[in-house]
């Protein structure tokens, strides 16, 4: 059963810039995509990106395009969220999120590993 387990996040001024990592373990299960999602406080789990095994497709909610990059190297298991362009409406807990389902998906119940969720709050 893999794991996965985040780091980064925190604190910054409207404006500023994050990266958030998320590092995979004891998979079984060969060439997951993977995603990021978030979830504002009173609100739903929302889409953020999704990135191929490979890498070489990306897919972006249209509230992050343009300020978001998804990233991975699969030599050291791990996902990237670089956050940049910060605004207070991303202020929320980010979880990144493995599949094996095709395509880019942007439904979290099409995801079967989840990270702990880091938190990331944007100052106006």
């Known amino acids: 059963q893999a794991q996965l387990v985040q780091s980064g996040g925190g604190l910054v001024q409207a404006g500023g810039s994050l990266r958030l990592s998320c590092t995979a373990s004891?998979?079984?299960?060969?060439?997951?995509?993977m995603g990021w999602f978030r979830r504002a406080p009173g609100k739903d789990r929302e889409f953020v990106s999704y990135?191929?095994?490979?890498?070489?497709?990306?897919y972006y909610a249209d509230s992050v395009k343009g300020r978001f990059t998804i990233s991975r190297d699969n030599a050291k298991n791990t996902v990237y969220l670089h956050l940049n362009t910060l605004k207070p409406e991303d202020t929320a807990v980010y979880y990144c999120?493995?599949?094996?389902?095709?395509?880019?998906?942007?439904?979290?119940?099409?995801?079967?590993?989840w990270g702990q969720g880091t938190q990331v709050t944007v100052s106006s």
């Open positions: 999120a493995e599949t094996v389902v095709g395509g880019p998906r942007i439904n979290p119940y099409e995801y079967d590993y």
């Open positions: 990135i191929s095994w490979s890498g070489e497709f990306t």
């Open positions: 004891g998979r079984t299960r060969s060439r997951p995509a």
